[in-house]
């Protein structure tokens, strides 16, 4: 800790003793000073949607949006465009070319000066006066049905070919994380919401070799939504290539594939094994009968954070989540609205043992490990 960071750690400590129960970290986005995290704390969100989906008249999720994240000062957050939505009856999968167009519109916050995509780990911004500020962006696809979408007037999954220079478009865009399953299974893979017979699911012949594809070209894969069978799969191809994956977004579940998007510590120590990240986000977890949140709020979730860390290791947790996406799925904790509370996460993560360190790691450091190493 340099000078600065001392007297910046300092003042924050003076100012929680004094305003008695106050936090600490209470009143930093609103202070130049960056009362809570130090100035030039490094903060990534793995897996968020800021501005993508836009509000309806019954649904609008504001827990992520450019204008927090910049408030915020967070160095990079994802902006992940979805490749297909389940609904009660059908799983909707969308084409490359409506993919590549909502891709754009993100390419276009670019444009206006809003974000600044990363595409080499050293494009992620850093710590600048706010009004001088701006966050950079991960760019990503969340499901990658439209690879594989039939070409104009055509049916069936194109040649291998035209995959390729599909994953090679996507990149020179700039994207830089696939996931390769998202709301339903496709020709790649089985989701995390399929109740498949014992012995069934995982990748497919086409899967791996599109897997081993994006690992190749430098983009992070993600394994959220993917099955525990795809998981197992993907984690073989990781250790074989020596590649990080992470799991962007998720908590932690004591059965695998429940319907939900929880994962089994056995699980979390798969993708730690390849030397990824395992990233825990704010949504809250209540029994099937309603009687009780056994994670319900902020400190729930600095909890487990911590019982996670204790089995996995504290170098392979990280923050996702899920902003901008996930009002219309879940309750989020309580004491958590937005990302401007992620300081009361940290406050919470201190109090249940992690260090300075450790709360750092978590907030930043251990993405940008997988980045660095994937993305370069």
């Known amino acids: 800790m340099n000078r600065r960071d001392f007297l910046t750690y300092s003042a924050a400590s003076l100012a929680a003793v004094l305003t008695a129960r106050q936090s600490g970290f209470a009143a930093w986005t609103e202070n130049e000073e960056g009362f809570g995290f130090p100035q030039r704390r490094l ?39 979805t490749g297909d939505h389940a609904t009660e009856t059908a799983c909707i999968k969308y084409s490359f070319d409506d993919t590549w167009n909502r891709l754009l519109g993100v390419v276009g916050f670019e444009t206006q000066g809003r974000i600044r995509i990363v595409r080499r780990v050293t494009d992620i911004p850093e710590y600048a006066p706010l009004n001088q500020f701006i966050p950079g962006a991960l760019l990503g696809l969340e499901g990658a049905a439209p690879l594989i979408s039939p070409a104009v ?12 220079a ?11 994380c696939i996931t390769p399953m998202h709301s339903c299974s496709n020709e790649l893979g089985s989701a995390m919401n399929d109740v498949l017979p014992p012995g069934t699911g995982g990748l497919t012949a086409l899967g791996r070799t599109v897997v081993m594809a994006l690992m190749k070209k430098g983009i992070i894969v993600d394994v959220a939504h993917s099955h525990v069978t795809t998981l197992r799969d993907i984690v073989a191809l990781a250790l074989r ?65 911590a019982t996670i860390a204790g089995e996995i290791g504290a170098e392979h947790i990280g923050l996702g989540t899920d902003g901008g996406g996930i009002g219309n799925l879940a309750n989020l904790v309580e004491g958590y609205t937005s990302i401007l509370d992620l300081p009361r996460l940290a406050d919470a993560m201190r109090d249940v043992g992690f260090t300075r360190q450790e709360i750092a790691a978590y907030m930043g450091r251990n993405s940008l490990r997988v980045l660095t190493r994937c993305v370069g």
Request: net charge negative; glycine share 8%.
């Open 241 to 305: 290539h020596g590649v990080p994956i992470v799991d962007s977004h998720t908590s932690l579940g004591h059965a695998s594939n429940t319907g939900s998007r929880r994962r089994t510590i056995e699980e979390m120590q798969w993708i730690a094994r390849t030397g990824g990240v395992v990233c825990t986000w704010p949504v809250q977890v209540c029994l099937p009968d309603g009687s009780s949140c056994p994670r319900n709020s902020v400190e729930d979730w600095a909890g487990e954070n």
């Open 43 to 81: 903060l990534i969100d793995a897996h968020a949607h800021p501005d993508i989906f836009g509000c309806t008249d019954t649904w609008c999720d504001q827990a992520s949006t450019i204008e927090k994240i910049t408030q915020l000062r967070m160095n990079l957050s994802s902006f992940a465009v």
């Open 153 to 164: 007037g055509a049916a069936g999954v194109p040649p291998l070919e035209v995959v390729r």
């Open 166 to 176: 599909r994953i090679d478009a996507l990149y020179d865009l700039g994207i830089r």
